[in-house]
């Protein structure tokens, strides 16, 4: 469809896509196969424009997980995109350059409408630039989170950003997180556009549940990323960087490498944003240990006669190890103090109130910070020690300043030569404590060693550093307490505790970031025996408080996936069936069952259970949700009725051979199979693992992705099919010997029966159940 005004045109399509191909996933490799998944598609473009004139690619995706109503992800990215395009029309601007709108269909099912489009659309090699709208939560803070390839996108960003969000260093955790996003198509497999990844990051205890409605949306989000949006895809069309594949290939990348090379950036608070390229960040980020190592040399060469050089050196070397000693205790003491809480508690009692954990953990990482320095004024007192002057201020401040000094350059240094792209932080804090020292410095020649004023001084001129510290820790430590729900679970013992001790761990790195650069100065003033005692008395007290708190609530809900598991063969015959129960946290299904007795009467579970005792649902229960079910290791099998199923469907999912084998003369057979999806209607996906001599099938190029390697178990290659099910999949499979070939069917219909609706239903609504039916099959050729 094509409209047309006096200055622009609009187009507007619907394609269906189809593809196969193979990836890496949570470590595993897989390969997907899929067909009539719907992308559409709006192009927004002057009047005299080309079809083959470079534009830029704006990309949000439609569809939503299993049981999710998805306003958050990604109703609101899709949302943000059509409010773009109406504000692009109804405006008056015409873009310099061509704007595509493409809403694909099929992102959470791995990303497939984006291959669809980077594989076979038309107008994927004009893609100059792409702007990725993504979400893990319902708003907050609208981050940059990937941006690439060189430096550019970033740039275009800083520059044009209404309220900026962006961190250099979100791209260097990315990689380590358990998901992905369309980002990948278009910057790295599948093409080299460059482009930006943003993502909503807070509101993630909705994420992917039941609660993903559009009242969850977080006020003001939507129109902060809209302004960014407008702004940032008007300085994209009228870059001249903006250029097609064919033309990016032939740009003399020497002519503006500081685009090319990665670049270091980061917000702060989103007044503003701080650029620089890497090869800046080569000299900025090595200013500061450059400097640590000179003090020495010029401390000595004011009186040589006082010290020699060597204690110089050895008074900034034990003043490293006193601050890192403070850093270390100030993750080790909350990491203890939610160990013991664990013993007369819950697991995740500060979940629902994420305030708790912050009142638990930074007193006594505060604690541990200090505790060095009320050692060492213990062992001085005892010694009766009196140290000389270095400089005109006492030598034990002089020595843990510059040692604190010292930590943070070579962190930052650190940081730098293992190629990571932050290092921001630590650069940040050395810079400020060196202006905080020049004031201090100078105070004590105005006002004397022993004025409160004096530090006064020194904390002033750490405030706009201190206050970025805790913007940055504290959207850190609420993105990692509202993920603590899906984290996965890990078997007991060590599953228990994996939750709390991550959070105070988090929160104990966070507290030395925003506390650690005042400690130098301000700790002689701090560790006291009185202030100590508080902040001990204040964390068991808030230990306590904590333990009558319960973890979850409809604003933090416990995740529980509950599978109603069929075992079919023939087309037409259930031989086994039963309700398979997994959680993703701490809290186990004794957890459940303790607080929702009507499910563990349901399931007929008794007071007594024990998940050490309960019969633990077999992994290959759980083949339909492949790679994801790997996070869902906490589970049990249960029995169920297979009440009026064949009533429900008249065929199931069946794999046979459609016409007789083919051998080669190298020994290898090709067998051809049809897949039947019989009469399931709502599949979200099928997953075949297949195990066996396979050589080659006729997905993927014919190359079948890298084995899995379960203990204890052949060899298997996980092939995913997803799109509509009326129709057959018919596809060979290659095997190199004679031996069998055997084939593992797993189906996910959405649709339950009566029994499993009203199983769900008997959760509380404090748990987000996510509920589906699978049907397993196995086949041997």
């Known amino acids: 469809m094509n409209a047309f005004c006096c200055c622009y045109r609009v187009e507007v399509e619907e394609t269906q896509v189809d593809g196969s191909f193979s990836m890496m996933f949570l470590g595993h490799s897989i390969s997907l196969g899929y067909r009539n998944h719907t992308n559409i598609l709006m192009r927004i473009s002057s009047m005299n424009s080309l079809d083959t004139d470079a534009s830029v690619l704006m990309n949000a995706h439609y569809d939503s997980p299993v049981n999710s109503p998805g306003a958050g992800d990604c109703g609101s990215c899709v949302a943000s995109l059509l409010e773009l395009a109406r504000l692009v029309v109804d405006s008056g601007w015409v873009p310099p350059q061509p704007v595509i709108f493409l809403f694909n269909g099929a ?57 900026p969000m962006a961190q250099s260093s979100a791209q260097d955790v990315f990689p380590v997180i358990p998901g992905d996003t369309d980002y990948r198509m278009f910057a790295e497999d599948y093409a080299d556009i460059p482009g930006l990844d943003i993502i909503f990051l807070l509101g993630g205890y909705y994420y992917h549940t039941t609660f993903d409605t559009v009242d969850r949306i977080v006020p003001g989000s939507m129109q902060a990323r809209g302004e960014n949006l407008i702004s940032v895809l008007k300085a994209f069309t009228s870059s001249s960087r903006l250029k097609v594949a064919s033309e990016r ?3 003399d990348v020497d002519a503006n490498s500081d685009m090319v090379e990665r670049a270091v950036f980061f917000d702060y608070l989103t007044w503003f944003m701080v650029f620089y390229p890497r090869r800046v960040a080569f ?5 500061p240990a450059a400097l640590f190592l000179c003090v020495p040399f010029f401390l000595y060469m004011m009186d040589p006669r006082t010290h020699p050089l060597l204690s110089f050196f050895w008074a900034f070397f034990k003043g490293v190890m006193h601050h890192f000693a403070g850093i270390l205790l100030g993750v080790i003491v909350p990491v203890l103090f939610a160990v013991i809480r664990l013993f007369f508690a819950y697991p995740m009692s500060w979940f629902a109130h994420s305030y708790l954990a912050f009142l638990m953990f930074i007193p006594c990482s505060f604690f541990g910070l200090l505790i060095p320095r009320a050692i060492s004024d213990r062992v001085s007192h005892f010694q009766g020690v009196s140290s000389k002057k270095i400089m005109k201020v006492e030598p034990s401040d002089e020595a843990r300043f510059w040692g604190a000094f010292g930590f943070y350059a070579f962190a930052t240094s650190a940081y730098f030569f293992a190629g990571l792209n932050g290092g921001f932080m630590t650069f940040v804090i050395s810079i400020s404590m060196l202006l905080g020292w020049i004031a201090f410095c100078l105070s004590v020649k105005s006002y004397g060693y022993n004025s409160i004023k004096s530090p006064m001084f020194y904390v002033i001129a750490l405030v706009p550093c201190l206050l970025y510290s805790l913007y940055f820790g504290g959207i850190l430590t609420l993105l990692l307490i509202e993920k603590t729900g899906m984290m996965g679970a890990i078997p007991p013992p060590y599953g228990f505790y994996l939750a709390d001790v991550a959070v105070a761990a988090v929160i104990g790195i966070v507290t030395g970031l925003c506390l650690g650069p005042i400690i130098p100065i301000c700790d002689r003033w701090l560790a006291k025996s009185s202030i100590l005692k508080f902040l001990l008395h204040f964390t068991v007290v808030m230990l306590a408080v904590s333990s009558q708190f319960f973890p979850y609530s409809k604003d933090a809900p416990k995740r529980v996936v509950l599978q109603h598991t069929f075992i079919s063969t023939g087309g037409n015959e259930i031989t086994g069936s039963s309700y398979d129960l997994a959680v993703i946290d701490s809290n186990s299904m004794e957890f459940i069952f303790k607080h929702a007795p009507e499910v563990a009467k349901e399931l007929h579970v008794g007071p007594s259970f024990s998940l050490g005792n309960a019969e633990a649902s077999p992994q290959e229960a759980w083949m339909a949700l492949f790679p994801i079910s790997c996070v ?39 067998v051809h199979l049809e897949l039947s999806l019989g009469s399931l209607e709502e599949i979200w996906v099928t997953v075949l693992n297949i195990t066996g001599p396979l050589s080659g099938w006729s997905f993927a190029d014919g190359k079948p992705p890298a084995p899995e390697l379960p203990p204890g178990g052949p060899p298997s290659y996980i092939l995913r099919l997803s799109g509509n099910s009326d129709e057959k999949w018919n596809f060979w499979l290659e095997a190199s010997s004679e031996e069998e070939v055997r084939v593992d069917v797993a189906v996910l219909d959405q649709r339950l029966d009566e029994e499993t609706i009203h199983l769900k239903g008997l959760f509380p609504k404090w748990s987000d159940v996510i509920a589906y039916t699978s049907f397993l099959s196995t086949y041997l050729f």
Not at 643 to 660: D, G, T, V, W
Request: hydrophobic share 35%; aromatic share 10%; glycine share 10%.
């Open 283 to 287: 000299v900025l980020h090595n200013i």
């Open 107 to 163: 992102e959470e099912l791995f990303m497939l409408g984006s291959h669809g489009f980077m594989t076979k659309h038309k107008l994927k090699d004009t893609i100059g630039a792409f702007i990725n709208v993504e979400a893990s939560g319902t708003g907050g803070i609208d981050l940059v989170c990937q941006s690439g390839p060189g430096s550019w996108p970033s740039y275009v960003y800083s520059q044009a950003a209404v309220y």
């Open 632 to 670: 869902l290791t906490t589970n049990g099998r249960f029995p169920a009725k297979a009440n009026n199923i064949l009533e429900r469907y008249s065929q199931f999912p069946l794999l046979q051979a459609h016409k007789p084998q083919t051998t080669f003369e190298n020994g290898t057979r090709r």
């Open 249 to 251: 290939k032939t740009l």
